[in-house]
């Protein structure tokens, strides 16, 4: 008996001991790939006093390169190698003298098959862009979660309305039937901040999905789901700043973790001074080190801690979620020099990896330079491989509201497109009318459905990888001058308590029911014409305001035509023989008509025609 008792008593001491073992705060990244070309790998630990402690790792094949205690005693950077690693989960310990203070468990998995070679978005896509929080609401024991600082309130426009990950899973079919491949989803990750969560931009954990959007398991779900309806997920991510409520603000890792400032000074949102050659210091350094918001403190990618955070923090949402495409937030207001490092490490990883930059410039020259592969003045290359087109946005939003003029009208797009020999690659721009940062298209244009459709047209039809905000097909309007949550409304019909399901055919007027008809017209004939996908672009200079354009490449031509007056024109196709010639004949998309190139055509007022030459 009394051997049974020693006996009990010592697993009693040694699970103890086990349970004396305490895990760090945080460890990040949470776990890693073994086979990544990045295998360098940074881990951060943040607890208490932690910087005192020596690091034991006992396993075959990873060696501690160097361990990292900068400044703030409660953090500690382990650097390890892990090339010659087998998947494996080894013990991260902790020691004060010989005792164990802490352990962490951490796993190795075996790199996803053939990840490196993913495909990613290209032009062959067209992007539908929606914000989770406003699309639809599949799980209502979501909206409000133990430890959220803002509660979920659907009266309030700028307040949480509790959509998540579930509404978007049970919608996928909704979006692939509008004929979108791609669905860029505006921020997922948690943002525990007390107001104005829901837009997501303002991060607390850079490793978590926002419990009122769902898991991280949901996630990857989604981005699974989506992969397998021929859906691509485009994360969103943000390197510029984070919220004032990440725990990183209660005990900074290093004093310059966020650009400080005596008081506090808002970016000037100027983005010139990077590029300009004339440029003073003062205002680069105000551009770029100033906060974007008060509750957004500016990250310092100068600080190497921080940009290896940042580079592996993206590399494991890849790996982890299986995205295949990242945007990149306010891609100005970061450091030049890390992106184009965090560009080149994506690439490495991901020889196909797809990422798209906001540079919100109306300028091409401007725009350009972050567009990666450009030869700049200054030697900067971005490693972007593709931009948000803003000029065009521009262009596109005043074309198609105006008169003909010498600058005017239809010759808006034809100019902006002009000053194409600025980019480095104009096809793999993305071609948008808005998005959710402005006032929505449909009320630029008064929601005439006429002039909606003929901007559609050229947005699916010209170069570049065209994308929508969700609600266009909707008519949905809103001016970002009454603030951020009338451009941003709910989706009708992504809640069960709504009166409308716009989701439906029968839930949706005819006026909407015409555009949503015209977009899916117009992008299954775009996925089945490749020439829509990287064909050159050949265009004529628009004569009263009719604008006509090709898309060609050795298989096919796509003549475009878009008239923008409110009566019908006669259009002679002589002027365009050089790229006609060959052709007899043009079938019409919309009206299925067959037009003969030798003869005048009539043009009906505000219309566009798509013809495939035979
Ligand atoms: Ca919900």
């Not at 909606?452 to 309007?477: A, H, Q």
């Not at 716009?502 to 005819?510: D, I, L, N, Q």
Request: aromatic share 14%; hydrophobic share 35%.
């Amino acid at each position: 008996m009394k051997k049974i008792f020693l006996l009990k008593a010592l697993i009693i001491c040694y699970s103890l001991q086990l349970f004396s073992q305490k895990v760090p705060q945080h460890v990040e990244p949470p776990f890693w790939w073994s086979g990544m070309v990045h295998n360098e790998l940074q881990i951060m630990v943040h607890e208490p006093g932690i910087s005192t402690a020596r690091v034991r790792i006992e396993q075959p094949g990873i060696i501690v390169n160097q361990v990292v205690s900068d400044q703030n005693p409660n953090y500690l950077f382990i650097y390890l190698d892990i090339s010659e690693a087998l998947p494996c989960t080894f013990k991260i310990e902790f020691l004060d003298g010989k005792k164990v203070k802490y352990v962490y468990k951490y796993e190795l998995m075996k790199r996803v098959e053939n990840s490196k070679n993913r495909m990613s978005f290209d032009a062959s896509d067209a992007i539908y862009l929606l914000m989770p929080d406003r699309f639809s609401n599949g799980d209502a024991t979501n909206d409000n979660m133990p430890g959220a600082l803002e509660l979920a309130d659907r009266s309030n426009p700028d307040g949480r309305h509790g959509g998540d990950i579930k509404g978007i899973i049970d919608h996928l079919d909704y979006i692939k039937e509008l004929g979108f491949t791609a669905i860029w989803i505006t921020p997922l990750l948690e943002n525990n901040q007390p107001q104005y969560s829901y837009h997501g931009y303002a991060i607390t954990n850079f490793y978590k999905i926002d419990p009122r959007f769902g898991s991280n398991e949901d996630y990857r779900k989604l981005v699974q789901i989506a992969q397998n309806k021929g859906l691509k997920i485009i994360q969103d991510m943000i390197f510029n700043h984070c919220g004032h409520k990440h725990w990183w603000l209660n005990d900074l890792p290093t004093s310059d973790w966020i650009n400080q400032w005596d008081e506090f000074t808002r970016t000037s949102y100027r983005m010139e001074p990077i590029v300009d050659p004339h440029s003073a210091k003062t205002d680069y350094n105000i551009m770029v080190k100033g906060w974007f918001d008060v509750n957004m403190p500016d990250l310092n990618q100068n600080n190497h801690l921080l940009s290896t955070y940042l580079i592996q923090n993206s590399i494991w949402w890849i790996e982890y979620a299986g995205i295949q495409g990242v945007r990149i937030d306010t891609q100005p207001f970061a450091k030049r020099e890390f992106i184009s490092d965090w560009g080149q490490h994506i690439a490495k990883e991901y020889t196909y990896f797809r990422t798209v930059g906001e540079a919100w410039m109306g300028i091409p020259a401007m725009v350009s330079y972050y567009q990666g592969g450009k030869s700049n003045h200054d030697g900067y290359n971005s490693n972007i491989p593709s931009l948000f087109d803003f000029p065009l946005y521009d262009a596109i939003r005043g074309a198609f509201n105006e008169k003909p003029g010498w600058n005017e009208g239809l010759l808006r797009l034809y100019n902006m497109l002009s000053q194409d020999f600025l980019y480095a690659d104009p096809y793999n721009l993305v071609v948008f009318p808005d998005n959710h940062d402005v006032s929505r298209i449909s009320g630029t244009i008064s929601k005439d459905v006429d002039k909606l459709k003929l901007l559609l047209t050229f947005v699916f039809t010209t170069r570049g990888i065209p994308m929508m905000y969700y609600g266009t097909e909707l008519l949905m309007d809103g001016n970002d001058q009454e603030g951020h949550g009338k451009i941003r409304l709910p989706f009708p019909g992504g809640w069960n308590d709504d009166k409308i399901n716009a989701f439906a055919t029968s839930g949706r007027t005819e006026d909407q029911n015409k555009i949503v008809n015209h977009i899916r017209t117009l992008l299954g004939f775009r996925k089945a014409n490749a020439a829509l996908h990287y064909g050159n672009l050949k265009q004529f200079i628009p004569h009263d305001n009719v604008y006509v354009y090709f898309r060609y490449d050795d298989n096919s031509t796509i003549m475009v035509v878009l008239n923008s007056n409110d009566e019908p024109r006669v259009l002679n196709t002589k002027r365009f023989a050089e790229a006609t010639n060959g052709f007899e004949t043009g079938i019409e998309l919309f009206s299925e008509q067959v037009f003969e190139i030798a003869k005048d055509w009539v043009l009906p007022a505000k219309t566009s025609m798509v013809l495939k030459l035979k």
